[in-house]
């Protein structure tokens, strides 16, 4: 994972190249990319929707190949609208790529705006409003705490490029507002920082971390047993036997998968004690090939595993402290103590 080399946002050779008028290589480039994942996230749409077109029309086929006449009008509707979804989503996909490619050809030309607004927090993420009430979409992460700016934007499509402050926007305060936001994304209790300074887990911080892995194992068991009844009940136990043997495996297997980092932390639990690391955090995330996203904070060498809503509150560049199990690497709270210098 990638790591930030300070904010670009505010880095002040880039806002002095943009009060000039200029749009630096960095920020082509990340407009490259910022284009090329909302195309990339349209057009895997459309792919996807490809699945069930072609799966319909191979069924078709095959099936009249095989000499049935009785197949209906379900295959033709099921492709005509599997074919409309196709369209629906891929066309915005040529429609960005087409975007993109004016836009590189004609960046040298594009006016860069400038305007005051406001950075505030509303619903879970950082809003970048224009005291026109237009809101900004930040080309990088809007690592910026709440307060007045001066934004530079590309005013065709509402793009920050960066963000000059207009007061201090990190009084005591602030960081105090901040570490309630973290906090709360988190899922974390403000009340036991004064118990984690100490290096101790709260008995409610205990209860909550086991009772996750205690939900987990009574609903695999649960669903063992609903299975098992119900091939009881069924008198089918002799034919599904072998299906809840075979679930059972999975879940053993899984369970060993699983088992040495929830081990840990039941361990870390019972132990009860907390480890802390201090230092600038930046924040990174990882995209898999399901097209699920993990989002992580790091400290030097340390990778700590978090929720969006935690991603987005943390504003990087900050000194934190980071509170988290000895053994399982689980963080259990947070809190900012430094302004960025």
Request: glycine share 8%; net charge positive; aromatic share 12%.
């Amino acid at each position: 994972m990638a790591r930030k080399a300070g904010n670009p946002l505010t880095n002040q050779k880039e806002i002095a190249a943009n009060q000039r008028g200029q749009i630096t290589k960095r920020q082509q480039s990340r407009l490259g990319g910022v284009f090329w994942q909302k195309k990339q996230r349209w057009f895997g749409i459309a792919l996807a929707s490809l699945v069930p077109t072609i799966g319909t029309l191979i069924g078709a086929v095959a099936a009249l190949a095989s000499g049935r006449s009785d197949l209906g009008a379900w295959p033709i509707g099921l492709l005509a609208v599997s074919a409309g979804l196709f369209c629906v989503w891929f066309v915005p996909s040529v429609g960005i790529y087409l975007r993109w490619r004016w836009l590189d050809r004609n960046l040298a030309r594009e006016t860069i705006a400038e305007g005051e607004g406001t950075v505030y927090w509303k619903r879970r993420r950082y809003v970048l409003e224009l005291a026109n009430g237009k809101k900004l979409d930040p080309i990088y992460s809007p690592d910026l705490l709440p307060g007045r700016y001066r934004f530079y934007y590309l005013p065709r499509y509402h793009w920050l490029l960066t963000a000059e402050p207009l007061e201090e926007v990190a009084q005591v305060d602030d960081l105090e507002q901040l570490n309630h936001r973290l906090a709360r994304a988190n899922w974390f209790q403000s009340s036991a920082l004064a118990a984690n300074r100490s290096g101790h887990l709260t008995d409610l911080q205990r209860a909550m971390i086991l009772g996750r892995f205690a939900a987990y194992a009574i609903g695999g068991f649960v669903a063992v047993a609903l299975f098992f009844g119900y091939l009881i009940y069924t008198d089918g136990l002799q034919e599904g036997l072998w299906v809840l043997v075979a679930i059972v495996i999975g879940m053993v297997v899984l369970s060993l998968y699983l088992g040495r980092k929830s081990l840990s932390a039941i361990v870390d639990c019972l132990q009860g004690r907390v480890m802390t690391a201090e230092g600038p955090v930046t924040k990174d995330f990882e995209a898999s090939t399901d097209s699920s996203v993990s989002y992580y904070y790091e400290l030097d060498r340390a990778v700590f595993r978090v929720n969006e809503a935690g991603y987005e509150a943390l504003v990087a560049g900050l000194t934190y402290r980071l509170y988290h199990l000895p053994r399982s690497q689980k963080l259990v709270n947070v809190e900012a103590v430094v302004n960025a210098t």
